[in-house]
């Protein structure tokens, strides 16, 4: 390999040459046919590497680049050539070109000496001293041409590398062709040398020629040169073979070739750094906190009485008669670590459990036992959550804990308020706050001392502080206005919480020692007016900072828990545990079981893949029909054009109140405690309002009962509708992601993601609608063509999903299924629907 390595770079016609010279006659009688010398290079990596690098043309070039020493020159006659040796120099006559070779030849001489002071190999000089008898004769054979040739770039490769670094080393041929100064000093050099010393002499005309004292004959000269220079080659060729058979030096040639070339393109490999040894992979466990990393795992089944997690005895029997029989496994969990008590270490609580698991009573119950030793009202507790459906949910079961709390001679009842956005703000303040009147000249004092400097200075004063302190100040002299609190807990939405601090007057968090997040992923995730900042900047406000973490007990709860700790780092959290609820099937689960999303025990899925998009409604209506949502024939009954439209405004605002009329028979039980009705999800607002009126359209029998809840249902039918769904009224509930999150219909049978949800975490919340409270439900999702390779990989095999036991089931319905007369009757509810968008449209232009 290496030898055809090297062959790419000596072209062939050179490498006879080559081998011509190197073989055992170096005379100038030596024919191509001679035998080419063994070359072994060894060096097989670096050589075939720049082989690559070196495009043929620059190699080639490089090459002939170092053909220095002419070779027969074209002019010289041919018979010349032919009788090398034989026939007498002719001579040389005035402005022959030979007369300037003395001249050159000394110079080259020189040369050659100040190239033997540079290197230090025997063969320095060399070139010059072989060229001279070379053109002196005009007559050379192509092997010592060669010869001559390699001789030339021998010397300018040493060159270089003398130049480039001590690694020098001179190949045996580069020795064989090039005979030694020494030599020569008897030769041409010693004549130029003897010339130089005063044995020429000089024309009329000034010009140099040379004297040639012993040489009238030129054809015996000619002779004596001709065995000098045969004597020198035949001594080089001697030392050639030692040096050769002491360094056994045929490998270490082809090496020095090899490196002379990476010098010569300046291909030389860049220096490496040393490599780095790579950090070991830490796993996810050790790059979390401890408290992240190894939370608190609760099995499902690990319920308890509550007499047994510290409740006392009343309060379990007042829980037991409003449903609460006993704790779930996450309560079990979570209520020691919060109820007060003197052993209790304090520390904040992170609850990841699955939806529908009890996480409200969780931490509603000790905050409110807790809160309720208190004699004097203030804002203790505050709850934030994303949407104001759960701030109403959460209110109802703070109430059924106040109440189990009974007031006495230590106790308050326990006041909750609520406050959400889109309310009036006044009216919320108003009942958030009370005033009264204090007879306090010296606060008076103080106070109009301090309106008044900013009055005087009012740039540097916001009218706003102004306004502050008027509301402190009363009409009445010596009476100041004192703020109280009306409510012990607040439950809230961040926005409005964000805008009572900063403008209700005498609102304040210095008192606050419990702070809930719950559904904390999504309000972390969002910065809903820098709520958290602004927040935590209250409670911590005029009080030492350190004191007030210990001092105020964070909950912070989700389904879909965070582990961001970037995320969680703002709430400064104090001594926090990580409580995991983990799924049925898994006690042996990973150590990182805290990052997996645990769906509902009880919880089916399944999947139905539509074929034809432009009939995706009728998928709908049959699913609709198969689970006795809606009757078989409720499309058969007619309902016409303006009854249609009438009902809209009322179904979205729950119109079964209003109907009077009854619910198919399939809903009639629905205030049993058995699983009922259907949640369907869409992506938008419109999407479910136009659903909503097409599934009428298509069952007019079931028109009554459809609900809507989307963000622009005016708040109170969105109450309304939840109030008929759990009364059993309205059956058919559609919806945008504004209900994904938290809302609690306990007895829902059926979630219907008509449009697939956009995230994992999106479809947990939204399934976790049903199968609540460790009740049986059943999640369906609708894909498209497009849509399932993206639901099958990110939902139904996700592996940070734990599924209690089964997978997702596959729904088929072919699209030829749906027959002409449904088509037919669908077209015409969509014509129907085309028809009161228009109408609606042209009313709004007209109003
Ligand atoms: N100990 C209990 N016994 C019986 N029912 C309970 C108990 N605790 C809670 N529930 C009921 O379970 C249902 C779900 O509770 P809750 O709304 O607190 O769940 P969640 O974990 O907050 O769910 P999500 O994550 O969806 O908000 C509610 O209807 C609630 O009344």
Known sequence: ??????????PPSKKSSISNVCASNPSTTATPQSPAPTLQPTRKDASASYARYIPDSKAKAERTSTLIVPSIDSTTPKRDRENVGEEPARKRKKGDKFEEQPRKTRESAQDGQERADELDTSVIGVPTSAEAPSKSTGHVSPGLEASQDEGSAGLRKKKNKKEKGPNLRVS??????????????????????????????KTATGQEEEVVTEGKDGRSRHKRLMEKREKSMKKTEKLAQMTKSESAGGEVEVEDVEEVHIELHNLVPLPQPEPVAEPPILSAATSLPPWLASPIRVLPTATAPFSEIGIDNDISKVLQKRGFSEAFAVQAAVLPLLLPGKLQKPGDVLVSAATGSGKTLA????????????????????????????????????????????????????????????????????????????????????????????????????DEEILFDEEVVSALPDHIIRHV???????????????????????????????????????????????????????SVESDLARSMDQVRKVVLSATMTRDVGLLNPLMLYRPKLVVLEGAAKEDSDPLVSQVHFLPALLLESAVKVEDENIKPL????????????SENSSDESTSTSESSDDESSFDGGSSQSSGKSAPDEMQNSESDNPHGVLIFTK???????????????????????????????????????????????????????????????????????????????????IGRTARAGKRGHAWTLYTATEGRWFWNEIGRSEIVERSSRKIERVNIKADFFEGDQRAKYEEALEELGWEARNSRSKDISA
């Not at 998928?619 to 809606?630: A, D, F, T, V």
């Open 1 to 10: 390999m290496a030898s055809q390595i090297y062959s790419r770079y000596i």
């Open 172 to 201: 045996a041929s580069d020795i064989q062709f090039l005979p030694q100064p020494a030599e020569l000093e008897g030769s041409e050099l010693g004549k130029w040398r003897k010339k130089k010393d005063g044995q020429v002499s």
């Open 363 to 462: 931490y509603v119950l000790p905050m409110v036992e807790d809160i309720s030793r208190n004699q004097i009202r203030k804002l203790r507790g505050l709850v934030i959550m994303p949407t104001r459906e759960l701030v109403t949910q959460a209110k109802d079961i703070c109430e059924i804990c106040a109440s189990a709390f009974p007031s006495g001679s230590y106790r308050t009842r326990v006041k909750i308020g609520t406050a959400v956005g889109n309310e009036n703000l006044r009216l919320e303040q108003n009942m958030l706050m009370n005033q009264e009147l204090l007879h306090d000249p010296v606060e008076y004092e103080k106070l109009q001392l301090r309106l008044n400097k900013k009055w005087e200075n009012s740039e540097e004063g916001s």
């Open 485 to 539: 609190s009306k409510v012990d807990i607040l439950i809230c939405t961040p926005g409005r919480l964000v805008e009572h601090i900063k403008s209700t007057p005498g609102f304040t968090l210095e008192y606050i020692k419990w702070l809930v997040v719950d559904e904390a992923d999504k309000l972390l995730d969002q910065s809903f007016q820098q709520w958290l900042d602004v927040v935590m900047a209250a409670i």
């Open 619 to 630: 998928y709908l209506m049959e699913l609709l029909k198969r689970e006795n949502i809606i």
């Open 684 to 766: 938008s607002n419109e999407s479910a309002v136009r659903l909503g009126r097409l599934i009428a359209l298509l069952a007019p029998s079931s028109s009554l009962h459809i609900g809507i809840l989307t963000s622009t249902t005016p708040r109170a039918a969105r109450k309304s509708t939840l109030k008929s769904f759990n009364a059993g009224k309205v059956s058919i509930l559609v919806a945008s992601d504004l209900v994904s999150r938290g809302l609690d219909l306990p007895n829902l049978a059926h979630v219907i993601n008509y449009d697939v949800s956009t995230s994992l975490t999106s479809y947990v919340h939204r």
